[in-house]
């Protein structure tokens, strides 16, 4: 990283970056990379924050399977530009170019061997060869546009730039230093903003169905989670709070208040065949072991209670009632109490409105020069490495024309 001491701060830079995360780096670099001058500044204390967490501390830098049906906006069509020429090949490449070892996890995620920071060290390391600056510790207090660019007074002194670039994220995880900055400097370019909410975020539940799953925090099993027009099968996680994992992260960005969530407990079986099948292979065996088979003791037990069933073997129950066992096991439906909110959601829904903003430079349409990348823009992906690689494209079509 190229520091720059603050007696240095340049007066005038080409390329203007707000942000240094995923998107304002990759935009810094590429900018860079074409003889730019370029000045990253950011608020927070260190680089790439939200990369040094993600991934449980080793990165989902990507997806193998990454197409533009992986993320959700109001403008769906929006994200295909980017994504095209900047593909999740073309990230692998720069990770293997530094040499940085990865392996794939579940359903086309790639995450780091070692650790996140090998992400931001390369994502640096391209900035410092493509002479981009970078300043912490650095807030901007206002913004004007100029006749041809813009002049932008931060804690260090004012810088003036041709092109300014909004990388500041979305709101989750204020802790992280996330803020609505982004969508404050939009709002003063006169930019609309699709309304934004939590997105990838675990679900509460209230306080009586907290006292039922008193024993399961910290059981798991696979389900098939599906709210509105979104189903995912993957991993769902009981907590103290109510329900997390994959599939519920998932389903939460198709949850809107009071909607019902319907989870299938066994989506690899087809229950009321599989018990009937069982009772004919050992009528002596009883339900309670049977279902061990497929999930944990104590859930077994959770959803037998919850069905007000009594365990005993299969031969005592008709084939009419075994299916109507099967069949009310299979199913949960179940209406959240709330979310956890920006707190831990790992995105935000909405954002900038996109049909304000070039698809293929993320320049804005009528404000010349100013341009919006990565979380910032209505344009949010699916758990799994899809949201980092819309920073990696989004900030490399900025940083090709900005």
Known sequence: MTEVPISQLPEHVDVLIIGAGAAGLMCAATAGQRGRSVLVLDHAN??????LMSGGGRCNFTNLYTSSDNFYSRNPHFCKSALARYSQWDFIALVEKYGVPYHEKTLGQLFCDNKSKDIVDLMLAECRAARAQIRTRCSVSAIKAKASGYRVKTSLGTVTCESLVVATGGLSIPTMGATGFGYEIASQFGLDIVATRPALVPFTQHKRQLEWQNLLPGSSLEVTASCG????????????????GPAVLQVSSHWKEGMEVVFNLAPSFDLP?????????NPESHLHSVLADIWSKKLVQFF?????????????????????????????????????????AEVTLGGVDTEQVSSRTMECKNQAGLYFVGEVLDVTGWLGGFNF?????????A????
């Open 399 to 402: 940083g090709e024309v900005a």
């Open 46 to 51: 260190k680089v790439g924050k939200k990369i």
């Open 229 to 244: 027009e979104g189903s995912f099968n993957e991993q769902m996680l009981f907590t103290h709070r109510g329900l997390s």
């Open 389 to 397: 690689q819309w920073a990696w494209a989004s900030g490399h079509a």
């Open 304 to 344: 037998l209670q919850r069905k007000k069933l009594t365990s005993g073997p299969l031969k005592q129950f008709g084939e009419s009632e075994l299916r109507e066992i099967g069949s009310g096991l299979q199913t949960w439906k179940l209406v959240p109490a709330d979310t956890e909110g920006y707190r831990t």
């Open 273 to 281: 065949d599989w018990l009937q099948q069982r009772r004919q292979q």
